[in-house]
């Protein structure tokens, strides 16, 4: 059975939600299954205890696991949480510093400029390169905070899809 854990509003307590299987309807814990019925690009009409619902979803985040919706005339921001990640906030392994080992390209394209040198210190959101494909010009950011320790990528010369840019120490 899968489980996730939903915070709303950012209130204390989380509502469990729960699956018997990937495909089933998901029900708050103990409860029946939702009946949830998508009626446009991002409405939705959700019946629960005998009443209907409209549901709009405003903003769907999936890096950060949230969406904001407007139920009524109300509006939520709900963060969802599977069970291990849940697990790893309890045990504050959450706050362990991911390390950000490497950036390859993101599409095939020629290195415009490189903004960075090897021993440079740059933090997530840091620009890093400029990568041209297809006449457009798109600036490639660090992913997280990083040492450079070796430029793989030269300027002028073309790169692949999933080709190694930068590596950090």
Known sequence: MARLFATVNSAEGALELERATPTAPWSFAGDAPLD?????????NLIRNGRSHSVLLLKEDRENNTVRLRI???????????EQSRMMKTLGLDKAERKVREIKAPMPGMVLNILVAPGDTVKKNDPILVLEAMKMENMIKAPGDAVVATLHAEKGKAVEKGQLLVSFA
């Open 36 to 44: 949830l019925v998508r009626t446009g690009p991002s409405t939705f």
């Open 72 to 82: 009524g005339g109300s509006t939520y921001t709900v963060r969802l949480q599977d």
